[in-house]
Nanobody, 125 residues
Framework: QVQLVESGGDLVQAGGSLRLSCAASGSILKVDAMGWYRQAPGEQRESVATFDSDGNAKYTDSVKGRFTISRDNAKKMVYLQMNSLKPEDTAVYYC???????????????????WGQGTQVTVSS
């Protein structure tokens, strides 16, 4: 079983900062692309910041210069440092990863997309 768990969401005033963390656990052989998505009430889920399999970081235009994505491969974790937060950043933030699972005696390795349960970020004006 593979699991992604986010933490760090909170209520913060506009202009403040938060750091989100996501930990991957389970029978993991390799973690490829990882990143953060968010979904505001009544809106579609959107990509916020991601690493592709080559380690290149990409950001949506609305967070460029304010958010920074980072990762710790040894700990199988990804982080999102969010500075200069705005009320429009309010959303549920989801961790995403492409994970290769460990093979077993009777099961082959597999690759798939995994999502965390989400963590709430609320920015007050």
């Amino acid at each position: 079983q593979v699991q992604l768990v986010e933490s760090g969401g909170d209520l913060v005033q506009a202009g403040g900062s938060l750091r989100l963390s996501c930990a991957a656990s389970g029978s993991i052989l390799k973690v490829d692309a990882m990143g953060w998505y968010r979904q505001a009430p009544g809106e579609q889920r959107e990509s916020v910041a991601t690493f592709d399999s080559d380690g290149n970081a990409k950001y949506t235009d609305s967070v460029k210069g304010r958010f920074t994505i980072s990762r710790d491969n040894a700990k199988k974790m990804v982080y999102l440092q969010m500075n200069s937060l705005k009320p429009e950043d309010t959303a549920v933030y989801y961790c995403f990863a492409v994970i290769h699972t460990q093979p077993t005696l009777f099961l082959p390795p597999a690759v798939g997309d995994y999502w965390g349960q989400g963590t709430q970020v609320t920015v007050s004006s």
